[in-house]
Structures are given as structure tokens and as C-alpha cells.
């Protein structure tokens, strides 16, 4: 039996110039044996790298994370996936940052659970994916779940085999409860009132300052998560709107249960029949947490609000 041809170690590094030494390394590693090759880190971090390259920044893919990655949700579909699936005959390479420092606590278990789920998508292709993590600004429990999520660690004494590694473990640990909010309007809905939902969410979102695109954005947003409660979360939900913090929140509940771990996370081609709802959500949304178990499902998803709102 042939050995797994999906790498996805951790890279522990500690300060800017053993960042820099080991992702071009990765990259020219890369590049030296024709592979295509892309970065996806925050932006300081994708400056480094990309002095760093110097000429050979050229042949690489870059992507901003704190835009690509915004909703760790995101990153499979639209990151990870969209680059190699360009390339379905060859071994790729790519380095993707989706924990770093400036991450919120909010924000954080979405990342975990993406690393965790980054495994059971990338399965079986000539893919390696390279993660950095900060031992200096990260703190040590973030730390330790990369452990769990990667089942390879490299740091400046080397590579080994990550003893603590169960990506499972972390999806479960990560799939709690949410508190409640201090405050927000609540509606009731099905398929008799399924368009106020859609009004209420935009109404709020109109005074909180959403605009435009972004108005239209949480809109379909609204209206996809309402429409998987119609089909698969009992025929009826309750969404409540709220803002918090620079964000405006719109939770949807019903009595359904997400049992596809990768729901939300996969690709589809624009001819393919079948359901995008999740996708949508996670493409269009800044951030989303999602809460399941038998019986109950809680999405919550997250709209940056404007800066000059805040």
C-alpha cells in the first residue's frame, strides 16, 4: 500500500527571521521541483515572505489571509481547494496561516475546527499544506490543539511525528453551546413568513451601517439559512439579530443536525445540481460559528460592520 501523498505539518517558528528561513525554504523546495506553489498569510506575514522570495515571489500565488481567509470557514472552498484543484495532476504546496496573534477568541474556534477539517478534505491528494504558528504571540493552549490538528510538527530542530494528533477531538471540542446575547430581536418563521426573517436581519443591518453589496450579502445569507431550516431543520426555525462589539450577529436555530463534518466546505461547479446554501454562507460571511447535535443546529453568522461605524 502506497503512503498517504496529503502532508499537513505545523510549523512552530519563533520570530521573524525563523519565519522567514522557513516558509522560503517550503516555497523554493517548491518551485525547484515545478510545483505550483501559493501563500496564503496575514498580511505582515505575507510581506516577509515575499522580500524574502525576492525575484521568485513572482512565480508564486500570494493571498492576504486577513481577506481570503477572513471567515475560516471560507478557507477550504475558496483557498485551499481553489488552488489545488487547478491543479489536479500535480503535487502542490501551500503555506496557509489561518491562526495568527490578531485572531479574536470569537474567531478562534472556527480556525480550530477548519484545521482539523483541512485532514478529512485533503485526503488522499498530492497536497502539502503548511501551517505556520507563532510560539511567541500564540498562547499555549492554541499551541497544543495544533498538535491535534497536525499530524506532522516542524520546528528549528526538525520534523517529527505529533504525538497528541485527533482532528477529531478538536471539531467536538469546539462544538459547544453559545452564550446568550445582552440583547436583539428575535422572530419566529416558515415557510409562511420566511421574507420577514429576511427583513428583519436586513433592517437591523441597515441601522448598523451595512450598505450595498453588503446589505444584498446578508440578505442571501439570511435567506439560504432560513431556507435550510425549511428543508432540513424541522420546517421552522427562530433567527435573533443583534449587534456585538464591530459586528452585526444573526443567529438562526431550528431542530435539525449537521452530520457532514465538510458541510459548507466543499467546492461546487456552477453545473452541478445540488444544494450550495452552507457554501453561500460561508462565502458571503465574515465569520461563522455553527452549533449541532441531534436535534438542535445553531448558526451564527458575523458582518463586519463599517469602521467608520464602529
Avoid at 501551500?94 to 475546527?113: D, N
Amino acid at each position: 500500500m502506497s503512503a498517504e501523498p496529503f502532508a499537513h505539518p505545523a510549523l512552530f517558528y519563533r520570530g521573524d527571521r525563523e519565519y522567514v528561513a522557513a516558509t522560503t525554504a517550503f516555497v523554493r523546495e517548491g518551485l525547484a521541483a515545478g510545483e505550483p506553489v501559493a501563500v496564503a498569510v496575514p498580511a505582515g506575514n505575507l510581506a516577509r515572505i515575499e522580500a524574502g522570495l525576492g525575484a521568485d515571489a513572482a512565480r508564486v500565488t500570494l493571498l492576504d489571509m486577513g481577506v481570503a481567509g477572513r471567515n475560516p470557514g471560507r478557507i477550504i472552498p475558496a483557498v485551499l481547494r481553489e488552488v489545488a484543484d487547478r491543479h489536479p495532476d500535480r503535487h502542490v504546496r501551500i503555506i496557509g496561516e489561518p491562526v495568527w496573534p490578531g485572531r479574536s477568541e470569537t474567531e478562534y474556534p472556527a480556525c480550530a475546527q477548519h484545521e482539523a477539517l483541512i485532514n478529512l478534505s485533503f485526503t488522499g491528494r498530492r497536497v502539502t499544506i503548511l501551517c505556520p504558528y507563532d510560539l511567541e504571540g500564540l498562547k499555549p493552549e492554541v499551541l497544543r490543539e495544533a498538535e491535534r490538528t497536525h499530524p506532522v510538527l516542524r520546528d528549528a530542530t526538525g520534523e517529527r511525528a505529533s504525538p497528541h494528533y485527533a482532528p477529531g477531538l478538536v471539531v467536538e471540542a469546539h462544538n459547544r453551546p453559545f452564550g446568550e446575547p445582552v440583547a436583539g430581536v428575535a422572530l419566529r418563521f416558515d415557510r409562511t413568513n420566511l421574507s420577514a426573517a429576511r427583513d428583519l436581519a436586513a433592517e437591523r443591518g441597515g441601522a448598523a451601517g451595512l450598505a450595498g453589496d453588503r446589505l444584498d450579502d446578508l440578505r442571501l445569507v439570511v435567506a439560504e439559512l432560513g431556507a435550510n431550516s425549511l428543508d432540513h431543520g424541522g420546517g421552522a426555525g427562530l433567527i435573533r439579530v443583534w449587534t456585538e462589539d464591530t459586528r452585526l450577529v444573526c443567529e438562526v436555530a431550528d431542530t435539525g443536525h449537521i452530520t457532514d463534518p465538510l458541510a459548507g466546505r466543499r467546492p461546487v461547479e456552477a453545473h452541478r445540481f445540488g444544494s450550495r446554501g452552507l457554501l453561500i454562507v460561508n462565502l458571503l460571511s465574515d465569520l461563522v460559528r455553527v452549533h449541532t447535535r441531534v436535534g438542535a443546529t445553531t448558526i451564527r453568522v458575523y458582518f463586519d460592520l463599517p469602521p467608520s461605524l464602529v
